[in-house]
């Protein structure tokens, strides 16, 4: 099975094509967030370095979020388009899972994190069972009180990476020696262990139907919100 494996959810870009879980090409940039600029002409690189075509690939596997608004909405975007257009299946992972995937160590907790600014972060809990990524706490929008709360009844090892170094020095104040910092380079995703992770799981059902996993309220939503207290909870803005 020859898969695409796009991950631009936060600054990282990361696109990889494989063979099964074989890698043919993959590129990484994070010196920037122009994924408007730089996504397609990634991703046609890379098909042609791997010796395919378009027409070659049989899956596109996405991470769609949570993360950077306009970055999960390129790559949810990008991925709808090419598995459309190609008539080929679409899996979707978990931005946070897919971090998580960089660290393989049994008996540890998994705590990928992205800034969500102002103590603010969006999180999850993970752990390797039986050779499988698990989700043990579910991915969320949260303040870094409430998710010390969730985490610090836990007895074993935290290891954290992403953005780490706006919670590491509360985190360790609460957790001691139970928590562990990763290193930086584990804090950046990894498009081939996306596409191995996403080459035994299922496609989605409806192309059409898969939208970003953004797992907060976006400003033009929240602000309509404020102005509308009374109003029903759906959403004011189509995320798509």
Excluded: C
Aim: charged share 20%; glycine share 4%.
């Amino acid at each position: 099975m020859k898969i695409l494996a796009i991950n631009t959810s936060n600054q990282p870009l990361s696109v990889a094509v494989l063979d099964n879980d074989r890698l043919l090409a993959q590129t990484t940039l994070t010196t920037h967030r122009k994924h408007a600029e730089f996504l397609m002409l990634v991703i046609e690189d890379l098909v042609q370095k791997a010796d395919l075509k378009p027409t070659d690939l049989d899956r596109v596997v996405v991470a769609d979020g949570p993360g950077s608004y306009t970055g999960i909405r390129m790559a949810t975007t990008a991925a709808k388009t090419i598995a459309s257009t190609l008539g080929i299946e679409l899996v979707t992972v978990s931005s946070l899972l897919n971090l998580a995937l960089n660290i393989q160590e049994k008996d540890t907790l998994i705590n990928p994190i992205f800034d969500g600014r102002n103590q603010n972060m969006f999180t999850g809990l993970y752990r390797v069972k039986d050779g499988e990524m698990q989700n043990v706490i579910a991915d969320q929008h949260t303040n870094l009180t409430k998710w010390l709360e969730a985490v610090s009844h836990y007895d074993q090892q935290i290891i954290i990476l992403g953005d780490t170094d706006p919670f590491e020095a509360p985190m360790r104040e609460a957790l001691h020696s139970r928590l562990a910092v990763a290193n930086p380079y584990l804090g950046i995703p990894s498009a081939t262990l996306l596409g191995q992770y996403g080459l035994d799981k299922s496609p989605v059902s409806s192309i059409d139907a898969v939208v970003p996993r953004y797992l907060r309220l976006t400003k033009a939503e929240a602000d309509w919100k404020k102005l509308h207290p009374n109003e029903d909870t759906h959403d004011y803005v189509e995320k798509v």
